[in-house]
């Protein structure tokens, strides 16, 4: 792979010393290991290769892996989420970790715990006293990853819609261009979305360091509120005939 390079890739992560899987998406793996869930939709991550979003050891290992080839490595914590850093262990009494908690009964060993703006996990809980870790979960640790590039995505197009659905979870963007301009009318689920500025934003970055967008222009289509009462009237009109169609 060639840095730049977006594709789609299939991959089961594990923590090499125990053999515990942490993340998939494949379905079939995560039934495996007791890890499915419901709600969620299993397929090929997206990613840019070499864009410094991965932890460094997959970044180089995408760098030399080829299309439909199974790879598996594994990568040292100096490589992955770092050693674990004994400054950023902290012990401090009950009360004062009950201070900032709102519901106590939240507090379980190896769940988040958030003080002063600084997010942990709370390690220990006994005789009066607690550990905050505030590493990262995955620091020290040494990460096997069993993956396949799925494809590689070529078309323009395809790139920019497979860009916005990973960095938003959704679909249905219509994409149109003009020279290296971007015209993207977002779907009506983003209207919604209290965290849609943001997600602009971040989509220009990306966009322009991944696909050399020019301008980038997000298109939002409000119906009128007529359009959906007449819509309504239109479903309430057709459930009314099937109604006499049964009598």
Known sequence: MEEGTIIHVDYDLYNADSGDLIETTREDVAKEHEMHQENRTYEPMV?????????????????????????????AAADAYGDK????VETMSIDKLLRHVRDPKSLYIGGPVSIEG???????????RARIDY????????LRYNYRIVSVIDDRGEKVKALLKSNTGLEDFEVEFEGDDIAITVPQQMLFDTNAAMLKFRMVTVLRDAVEAAKVSFI???????SAEEEEEH?????????????
């Open 47 to 75: 990613c840019v290769v070499g864009s410094g979003n991965l932890i460094q050891g997959f970044e180089d290992s995408l760098l030399e892996a080829k299309v439909d080839k199974d790879v598996e490595i594994d990568i």
């Open 85 to 88: 850093d004994t400054t950023l």
């Open 118 to 128: 600084r997010n942990g996990i709370l390690s220990y809980l006994a005789a009066g």
């Open 135 to 142: 590493n990262h979960p995955m620091a020290g640790r040494t």
């Open 220 to 226: 939002e289509v409000h119906e009128t509120r007529a």
């Open 235 to 247: 479903v309430h009109d057709e459930n009314c005939d099937h109604d006499h169609e049964e009598e």
